[in-house]
């Protein structure tokens, strides 16, 4: 089977083909440019130096969240319209799963995954796995304030039940910003993967879509899954209840 994934769900534009299970190709973007710009160049390129066109890919897979609004929906639909111009099946895959994947079988024992993506307005995407392949969810994707976030962390039955010795290891960008508050909130028991498991890669977007490839379907079934309303849906709606609000107040 070769498969062609796409991310775009955070500050990197990301391609890979996987073919007969080997990863084909990889690659990533860092730059200036939005992903909309860079990401059919990296397909073509993925493409041209697997030595594979479209039409040789049986399956096409795109991180449809949580993460940036616009990202998401600029791989979303550009996988959209792969899949439905070559007639294949597309898949939609989880960014903190994808995460997770990426140290799953990594010899971490017991230790409890946390991949938490920062959110802006000092909230955090993030869910609870244990290691496998795939990852065995603990705790359903959530967007929360960091210490809401921990609280059902540590009150979900599955973390309960490894005991507080286990450790609950971080990963992803939202480390950077909230690594000196989960030290306070965890003390010891909190552990920070190192950088580089900390990137979503590409390649695991494919495992996963491998994993996951029972599931597909057609270009129709494959939407952006948020966890929250776009800020613009947000401002509006707390615009409209203020004006509410103001309307129902006694002269």
Do not use: W
Request: aromatic share 6%; net charge neutral.
């Amino acid at each position: 089977m070769n498969i062609l994934a796409v991310d775009t769900s955070g500050p990197v534009a990301s391609v890979a083909i996987l073919s007969g299970g080997q990863i084909a190709y990889e690659g990533a973007a860092v730059n200036r440019l939005t992903h909309s710009v860079n990401l059919m160049p990296m397909v073509e390129e993925a493409l041209t130096r697997g030595g594979f066109s479209i039409e040789d890919m049986d399956l096409f897979a795109a991180v449809t969240g949580p993460g940036s609004f616009t990202g998401v929906r600029i791989g979303v639909s550009t996988v959209k319209g792969m899949a439905h111009g070559a007639g294949k099946p597309c898949l939609g895959i989880d960014a903190l799963e994808a995460l997770a994947t990426g140290v799953s079988g990594t010899g971490m024992g017991e230790a409890l995954l946390c991949p938490i993506q920062d959110a802006r307005a000092g909230q955090v995407y993030g869910a609870v796995f244990a290691t496998g392949m795939p990852p065995v969810r603990k705790l359903d994707n959530q967007a929360a304030k960091l210490e809401a976030f921990m609280e059902r962390v540590l009150a979900t039955k599955q973390v309960l039940a490894v005991g507080e010795k286990v450790p609950l290891c971080f990963l992803g960008d939202g480390v950077q910003t909230f690594r000196e508050e989960l030290k306070k909130l965890l003390g010891e028991r909190a552990c920070f993967l190192p950088a580089h498991l900390s990137f979503l890669r590409p390649a695991r977007v494919a495992a996963l879509a491998e994993a996951y490839a029972d599931q597909a379907g057609d270009y129709l079934t494959l939407q952006p899954k948020y966890l929250r309303a776009p800020q613009a849906e947000r401002e509006r709606e707390a615009k409209m209840k203020g004006t509410t609000e103001l309307k129902g107040t006694a002269p």
